[in-house]
Every structure is written in C-alpha cells, then in structure tokens.
T-cell receptor, first 114, second 113 residues
Framework: DAGVTQSPTHLIKTRGQQVTLRCSPI?????VSWYQQVLGQGPQFIFQ???????GRGNFPDRFSARQFPNYSSELNVNALLLGDSALYLC?????????????FGPGTRLLVL | DQQVKQNSPSLSVQEGRISILNCDYT??????FLWYKKYPAEGPTFLIS?????DKNEDGRFTVFLNKSAKHLSLHIVPSQPGDSAVYFC????????????FGQGTTLQVKP
C-alpha cells in the first residue's frame, strides 16, 4: 500500500510570495495533520483536518491556512512568505485522529524562502 | 513552553550495546506517547508507542518504558546496530486528539561499528 505522499519535494520561493503544498493520506485515513520542522528542532503542529473540518490549529499566524478535500487529500497554503518560513513541511495521516492512533508521516516538502 | 523535552542532543554507542534515549514531559493530560526515527531528507518513521495505562511496551529490539509519576519515558534499543543511527523524536498526545502530536527536540544517535 502507498504511504503518505507529498508534493512538491522541494520548493524555492521569494519573500512575499504565496505557496501551496499538497498531501495525499494513506488509503482509508480520514485525518490529516500538518507540521513544520525547522533545522535542529522537532516538528511543530500546524493544523489537523478530519472529514474536511479543521479539528485543531497550532500557534501559527493567519498567513497559514489549509483545507481538506472530499477524497481526504489536503493542501497547506502559506501567504506573504517570510524568511523564517523556510522549513521542512510534513504531512501525517491516521484513520480518525482520535483514540490512540499512530500518525504516519510523508517524506515532507522542503521550502526555501529567499 | 516546551511540553516535551529531550535533554540529550546526541548519544554515541558501540554496536551491540544498549542505546537508551530519554524524554520528559510536563502536561499530565498526555496519555499516548510515540517514538519516531528520522533520517535526513525523509519524514519521521514510526517506531513504537505506549499508552498511559501501561508502563512498558516491546517490539523486537525496541522497548519503551513509561514512568507517569516522573513524567518520563525512555526508549531502549538492544542490541544497537549501525543502521539505527538517526535522529529520534519522542512525541506525546491526548487520546481525544491524537492528530496533534507534541514533539521533543530530538536526539541524534550514532552507533559505531
């Protein structure tokens, strides 16, 4: 079975631009979460979506937004990019995002903002 | 406010010996804990988890111990192998929302042949 997939793998943008990252969860998984990992730190929670509804939001500015589609895939959008947005963006999926489920991660999208 | 902490940035062990990675947390509402391994340029790979109703969980060479009173968990790898060299993250969540993981900063494990 295919794991979590993310696109693109790498991206270079300039300050002020907007970016859209995409994620396809494991088949049958309805919960998708997004994380940001900067160098030397652990991943930080950005959003969780379940059944197209936002279930949780981390401590990120409103420039960050996301949505989930009927097929459970998801997009993360970041507007007005700052240099500090340079990071690895990870997507994770799980069946429901509740109970004691394991989240499975994709390979990530490496974003560089110049 | 770092709710999950891994105080050792790095650990070096000899092949065949035990590796012990530690993690502390502050939020007593956490009831599900996971360990992930991460290689450069890859996403985290799930290793093992433990529920707060248990104090130990084993899977092959990997064992996780949970001490709720101390708010401490540890990952034991026995025997350690060179392929285990990676960054290890502990993560915690509440079972009401395991879609939100709180991660530690990571420990880089080097296993020397």
């Amino acid at each position: 079975d295919a794991g979590v997939t993310q696109s693109p793998t790498h991206l270079i943008k300039t300050r002020g631009q907007q970016v859209t990252l995409r994620c396809s969860p494991i088949s049958g998984h309805k919960s998708v979460s997004w994380y940001q990992q900067v160098l030397g730190q652990g991943p930080q929670f950005i959003f969780q979506y379940y059944e197209k509804e936002e279930r949780g939001r981390g401590n990120f500015p409103d420039r960050f937004s996301a949505r989930q589609f009927p097929n459970y895939s998801s997009e993360l959008n970041v507007n007005a990019l700052l240099l500090g947005d340079s990071a690895l963006y990870l997507c994770a999926s799980s069946p429901y995002g509740t109970r004691q489920e394991t989240q499975y991660f994709g390979p990530g999208t490496r974003l560089l903002v110049l | 406010d770092q709710q999950v902490k891994q105080n050792s940035p790095s650990l070096s062990v000899q092949e065949g010996r035990i590796s012990i990675l530690n993690c502390d947390y502050t939020n007593s509402m956490f009831d599900y804990f996971l360990w992930y391994k991460k290689y450069p340029a890859e996403g985290p790979t799930f290793l093992i988890s433990i529920s707060s109703i248990k104090d130990k969980n084993e899977d092959g060479r990997f064992t996780v111990f949970l001490n709720k009173s101390a708010k401490h968990l540890s990952l034991h790898i026995v025997p350690s192998q060179p392929g285990d060299s990676a960054v290890y993250f502990c993560a915690a969540s509440r079972s009401s929302n395991t879609g939100k993981l709180i991660f530690g900063q990571g420990t880089t494990l080097q296993v020397k042949p």
